[in-house]
């Protein structure tokens, strides 16, 4: 990957303030997923490398920890709004992964400093696919929660997504216009612009597909998870009802066997108490039945 002079897609930090604003205002984190910004948090390690071990000029070594730092402050905010962490506790996970993250970075440059200004480069390409493979991962958790949501997107700003995006875009124009083209950084900004121009597209299909049931529940004051959830009290089948992975992965049958077995359980110990019951129901009768006898011979005698 040859040095760059443009503001790579890593260190778009702009972007992560208006997603970092929307969980704090909203309080929910649902539909954003905490390993998209944790491997974009890892990916700043390697990004950082790249920039520092190759002295480039300050903004650019100053931005992929920035993108780290904001992308630690969304993932804790997953941690507190969607796990119920305290505060507290996300935070300080929050900072021991960054002190971590700055020692493997501070230990990479070390090493791999001396060996670029010696003329061998096979060190900083390294880092630098794996900086572009992690940022392109990263990309790939969301689509979990639209396979979940059957198109559906929800939880990340779309002012964040737009900013990123066209930060991509303008990066891949960038790199066309130069006289010698970087093939590593520009399959990095076409996997970037193809994964998140998915997450727009696969959200307008919903919302094509939807637009009858939304523009109902509008008539009648709802909303269209009003209308979900309607679906899933009376148990009737809704075709844009949320998936559930665990029953598609097999986590909730295991726990339906435990509850099942629970239910056997219960179920034996109660026929056992009616088993007993009876047990001594018969006992009293049959003592009633001896007393009467007794006297009835007492009386004839």
Known sequence: MAPQTEIP??????????????????????????AMMFIWALCGVPFGVYAVAQNFNIP???????????????????????????VWKASLLALVTACVFAGVEAALILTLRPL???????????VGIIAAV??????????GEIWKR???????????????????????????AQHTFDILGGVLYVLCCLLEAGIFFSHIIWLLRTRRIRKEASAQDKTFDDVAAEHAENGTS????????????????????SEKEDS??????????????????????????LTTNSEYIQEKE
């Open 264 to 289: 056997e359980a219960a179920a034996a110990t109660t026929a056992g108490d009616n088993t007993a019951g009876g047990t001594t129901n018969t006992a009293v009768a049959a003592t009633g039945e």
């Open 134 to 143: 992690l940022l392109a991962a990263g990309l790939l958790p969301p689509y």
């Open 9 to 34: 897609t890593a260190a778009n930090v702009l972007g992560l303030i208006p997603q970092i604003w929307t969980n704090w205002r909203t309080k929910k984190t649902d539909g954003l997923p905490g």
């Open 150 to 176: 059957r198109g559906r997107v929800i939880g990340i700003n779309w002012v964040f997504l737009s900013m990123d995006w066209f930060g991509a875009f303008f990066s891949l124009m960038a790199l066309v």
């Open 60 to 86: 650019l070594q100053v931005q992929p920890h920035c993108f780290m730092f904001f992308c630690l402050i969304s993932w804790a905010q997953t941690l507190v709004y969607a796990w119920k962490w305290p």
């Open 116 to 126: 670029y200004e010696s003329g061998n480069e096979t060190g900083i390409l390294v």
């Open 238 to 257: 809704f075709k844009f009802a949320e998936r559930n992975w665990r029953n598609k992965f097999g986590h909730s049958s295991s726990r339906s066997s």
